[in-house]
C-alpha cells in the first residue's frame, strides 16, 4: 500500500501570495489531518476532514483552509501569506472510523515564506 | 484543555547505553497516548500507543512506555540504543473523539555518541 504523499515537497513563496498544498492518504482512509510544524511552536493541530466534511479545527486564522475531495484527497490553502506561515506542513490519514486509530504522517511540505 | 510536556529539549546517551524520554499529560479523561518518532525532514512515525489495559506498552524498534495515571506520565523507554535511533521523538494525546485531532508534546532531540 501507498503511504500519505505530499506535493510539492518544497516550496517558496512570497509575502502576501497564496499557496496550495495537496495530500494524498493511504488508500481507503477516509481521514485527513493538517499539521504546522516549526521551530518555535512544534506541531500545531490546523483541521482534520472526515468524508469531505471539516470535523475539527485549530486554532488558526482565517487565512488557513482546506477541503476535501470525494477520494478522500485534500488540500490546504493558504492566502495572502506573511513570513511566520514558514514551516512544514504535515499531512496525516486515519481510517476515522475509531478514536483510537493511529495517523499515518506524510514526509511533509516545506514552505518558505521570504 | 489537553496538553503535553517533554521537559527534555535535547538528550544525548552513548550507543549501547539505556534511554528514558520524559511525558508528562494533561488530559481530563482517560487518555489516548502515543510516542512519534520523526528522522531529519520526514514525517512523524508511530512507535507506540495506549488506550486502556496494560500500563507498560510495547512498540516497534525495540521501544517501550509505561502509563502512571498517578504521575501524568507516558515515559519511553529503550534498554539498549543504536546510533540509528538519533532522531526527534514526540508525545502526543489524540482528542477523545477524534484521533486526527492530536495535541503534541516539543519533542525531544535524542543525540547517540559512539
Known amino acids: 500500500k501507498a503511504g500519505v504523499t505530499q506535493t510539492p515537497r518544497y516550496l517558496i513563496k512570497t509575502r502576501g501570495q497564496q499557496v496550495t498544498l495537496s495530500c494524498s492518504p493511504i488508500?481507503?482512509?477516509?481521514?485527513v489531518s493538517w499539521y504546522q510544524q516549526t521551530p518555535g511552536q512544534g506541531l500545531q493541530f490546523l483541521f482534520e476532514?472526515?468524508?469531505?466534511?471539516?470535523?475539527n479545527k485549530g486554532n488558526f486564522p482565517g487565512r488557513f483552509s482546506g477541503r476535501q475531495f470525494s477520494n478522500s484527497r485534500s488540500e490546504m490553502n493558504v492566502s495572502t501569506l506573511e513570513l511566520g506561515d514558514s514551516a512544514l506542513y504535515l499531512c496525516?490519514?486515519?481510517?476515522?472510523?475509531?478514536?483510537?486509530?493511529?495517523?499515518?504522517f506524510g514526509s511533509g511540505t516545506q514552505l518558505s515564506v521570504l | 484543555a489537553q496538553s503535553v510536556t517533554q521537559p527534555d529539549i535535547h538528550i544525548t546517551v552513548s550507543e549501547g547505553a539505556s534511554l528514558e524520554l520524559r511525558c508528562n499529560y494533561s488530559?481530563?479523561?482517560?487518555?489516548?497516548l502515543f510516542w512519534y518518532v520523526q528522522s531529519p525532514g520526514q514525517g512523524l512515525q508511530l512507535l507506540l500507543k495506549y488506550f486502556s489495559g496494560d500500563t507498560l506498552v510495547q512498540g516497534i524498534k525495540g521501544f517501550e512506555a509505561e502509563f502512571k495515571r498517578s504521575q501524568s506520565s507516558f515515559n519511553l523507554r529503550k534498554p539498549s540504543v543504536h546510533w540509528s535511533d538519533a532522531a526527534e521523538y514526540f508525545c502526543a494525546v489524540a482528542d477523545n473523539t477524534n484521533a486526527g485531532k492530536s495535541t503534541f508534546g516539543d519533542g525531544t532531540t535524542l543525540t547517540v555518541k559512539p
Open positions: 476532514y472526515f468524508s469531505e466534511t471539516q470535523r
Open positions: 488508500s481507503g482512509h477516509r481521514s
Open positions: 488530559y481530563g479523561a482517560t487518555p489516548y
Open positions: 496525516a490519514s486515519s481510517p476515522g472510523q475509531t478514536t483510537n486509530e493511529k495517523l499515518f
